[in-house]
């Protein structure tokens, strides 16, 4: 009797249940660790995101500062105070200034490129530590015998980042002045001028 009921009860019980029933805690296993292992590269992975954006700090670049400086006009006259020395006195001078440039040097590099070495170099305005380079007795227009004084100077700093010419004629009147009759004349020789300057910047350091 009993080895017929085992054999009947054998016969009697599915193959695929019997299997199920082996293979269901090896698939639970299975699922358990890979849940396991799911859940620690998660929270991995926002460790890692925690960390690199807590101790990721922005450096501009030069990609940066390009696309920041695209949105400038490439040049500006612009009316600027400046301190007479020695004096309380300030005097509003126009200036021609520069924002797509390679350096804040640009403007002396121009002037370098074009007529040589200067004739004085000052403290700056913008920044003490910027130069202002002089320029006397330059013959910026080819087809009259004016002669003129240029002063070049620039900014670089986390507000200002720009190249300038200050230009006067012989009887030390303000060139860029709306009135002036060589303005546009001058304005348009100088930017060209610029366009095609040489950024070497080994001849930099000379404007330190």
């Not at 859940?39 to 390009?66: E, G």
């Not at 227009?141 to 002063?151: M, Y």
Request: hydrophobic share 40%; with cysteine; proline share 3%.
């Amino acid at each position: 009797m009993f080895f017929g009921h085992f054999e009947l009860n054998f016969h009697k019980a599915n193959p695929f249940s019997i299997q199920k029933s082996l293979l269901f805690p090896l698939v639970i296993t299975i699922v358990s660790s890979y849940k396991l292992i799911m859940k620690n590269s998660i929270y991995t992975l926002l460790a890692i995101l925690f960390l690199s954006c807590s101790t990721f700090k922005y450096t501009p670049t030069d990609k940066h500062v390009s696309i920041k400086r695209h949105h400038l006009p490439e040049f500006k006259i612009v009316n600027t105070p400046l301190p007479i020395i020695n004096s309380d006195s300030t005097i509003y001078v126009n200036e021609l200034r520069f924002f797509r440039i390679r350096s804040a040097m640009d403007g002396m590099k121009l002037m370098y490129e074009n007529y040589g070495s200067w004739d004085k170099k000052i403290h700056g305005t913008h920044q003490k530590n910027m130069h202002r380079i002089i320029y006397e007795n330059v013959k910026l227009i080819d087809n009259i015998d004016e002669e003129f004084t240029v002063i070049a100077s620039g900014a670089e700093s986390t507000t200002d980042y720009f190249a300038c010419l200050m230009v006067f004629d012989t009887a030390g009147k303000d060139c860029f002045k709306a009135t002036h009759p060589y303005r546009e004349q001058l304005t348009k020789i100088l930017v060209e001028k610029m366009r095609n300057i040489n950024h070497n910047s080994s001849e930099y350091r000379l404007f330190r």
